[in-house]
């Protein structure tokens, strides 16, 4: 396979990505095939670190990369997962260029599509479709923050958990119990119970 259509395999998922939002047109393909490209990042490498300004835009092609925060105890507190088909980035160090509070590393080997500020800048200039696009990427990603943050202060560890299960179902096996229970900000021995009861009750209720 040449260079040319090895690049287009990595850019496919994307492309069919983008597709089930607003379907690209010929010039608008190819404007996402010369504005993202592929990366590799090798588990537990970092895409971003704490004190670095964000640089990229991520679309997980195959692989997972979470986003987290270091307390000034050292606790990790994880924000999100991000697998295939999914983006993630810390938007405001994006945007604003200004070094990050936050961390995005590898869970595993992690194949990425990326764009820089400044392509994405001429992705919308160029074709407005995106513009659009990627407001509705924002608008989805910022409900889902205020989902997550009023889960934290007001759900019960199992409902959190429940919500995990539905949310990243494909995760369960790929990820420990420690990520998991970091996303959901409860000690791995807490997690460890409380997947012991769920147990319990689906054998006491088959």
């Not at 910022?142 to 560890?157: D, P, V």
Request: include cysteine; glycine fraction near 2%.
């Amino acid at each position: 396979m040449d260079t040319a259509n090895s690049h287009l395999a990595v850019v496919q998922p994307l492309l069919d990505y983008f597709d089930t939002l607003l379907p690209l047109n010929k010039e608008e393909r190819e404007l996402v095939i010369t504005k993202f490209h592929p990366h590799l990042y090798r588990k537990r490498q970092y895409a971003l670190q704490h004190g670095d300004v964000c640089q990229h835009f991520h679309f997980v092609v195959r692989g997972c990369l979470r986003l987290y925060k270091v307390d000034h105890e050292g606790a990790v507190h994880v924000l999100q997962f991000a697998t295939e088909n999914y983006w993630i980035i810390d938007l405001t160090s994006f945007h604003r260029t200004k070094p990050s509070v936050l961390n995005i590393d590898a869970l595993e080997d992690t194949v990425v599509l990326r764009i820089a500020y400044k392509d994405l800048i001429d992705l919308y200039v160029n074709a407005p479709k995106f513009d659009r696009i990627f407001r509705v990427l924002m608008e989805n990603h910022f409900m889902q923050q205020q989902e997550r943050i009023a889960q934290l202060f007001s759900s019960t560890a199992e409902e959190r958990y429940q919500s995990f299960l539905e949310d990243y179902p494909h995760l369960l096996n790929r990820i420990s119990q420690v990520q998991i229970a970091s996303y959901l900000g409860v000690t791995p021995e807490f997690l460890s119970r409380v997947r012991s009861r769920r147990s319990k009750g689906s054998k006491e209720n088959p």
